[in-house]
């Protein structure tokens, strides 16, 4: 089975601090993804990378960066969290060629 | 700006019954429309997909209804079950997974 894992299940930051959101896939995946789930928004895209070192913007970008070193960790940053950026996170993967994405379980992370 | 606009956000059904969840999206580029299902404290999973070339696809008791020239499409679950319990999204992205277009979701709640 696909398995992509969030390192942590619930953060609490304080406003103004870097955050680190990392997420490790092992099925040897090209594509991954940064999503952030809001309640009447849906699931918003961030950021996705279809390759190592690669990265593109996705709808919501801004207050955001990304990281991928290497080909089954994607991490998430932001760079001076804010009360505005406390939401549930997910991480999810892809083959290049298939379709189907393979998510986490999720961080829900609360700045203070 | 909403790119794929889904309906009703929250949705009760008694056992047995049908459940329909509406979809519907403006970007006419749009050739791959999955739906995923997120049951609480879990990821979101492919739940059944479609193509534009096909007006229905069946799967079990789920199936995609679309309808291109309206530009719409929906998901039907039959003989609807308490385990069908979850939040279900529509999407919809070009040339495969890579920035798929989320709908706001539907939390279904199938009562005994």
């Known amino acids: 089975d696909v398995k992509v894992t969030q390192s942590s299940r619930y953060l609490v930051k304080r406003t103004g601090e870097k955050v680190f959101l990392e997420c490790v896939q092992d099925?040897?995946?090209?594509?991954m993804f940064w999503y952030r789930q809001d309640p009447g928004l849906g699931l918003r895209l961030i950021y996705f990378?279809?390759?190592?070192?690669?990265?593109e913007k996705g709808d919501i970008p801004e207050g955001y960066s990304v990281s991928r070193e290497k080909k089954e960790r994607f991490s998430l940053i932001l760079e001076s969290a804010s009360t505005n950026q406390t939401s549930m996170y997910l991480c999810?993967?892809?083959?290049?060629?298939?379709?189907?994405?393979?998510f986490g379980q999720g961080t829900r992370l609360t700045v203070v | 700006q909403q790119q794929v606009k889904q309906s009703p956000q929250s949705l009760i059904v008694q056992k047995g019954g049908i459940s329909i969840i509406n979809c519907a999206y403006e970007?006419?580029?749009?050739?791959?429309f999955p739906w995923y299902q997120q049951f609480p404290g879990k990821g979101p999973a492919l739940l059944i997909a479609?193509?534009?070339?096909?007006s229905e696809k069946k799967e079990g008791r789920f199936t995609i209804s679309f309808n291109k020239s309206a530009k719409q499409f929906s998901l039907h679950i039959m003989d609807s079950q308490p385990g069908d319990s979850a939040t279900y999204f529509c999407?919809?992205?070009?040339?495969?997974?890579?920035?798929?277009?989320f709908g706001i979701g539907t939390k279904l709640q199938v009562i005994p």
């Open positions: 999810a993967s892809s083959v290049r060629t298939n379709t189907e994405a393979f």
């Open positions: 099925m040897d995946h090209e594509n």
């Open positions: 990378s279809y390759d190592v070192k690669m990265k």
């Open positions: 970007n006419t580029a749009f050739d791959y």
């Open positions: 479609i193509r534009p070339d096909v």
């Open positions: 999407a919809a992205s070009i040339g495969g997974y890579q920035k798929v277009t």
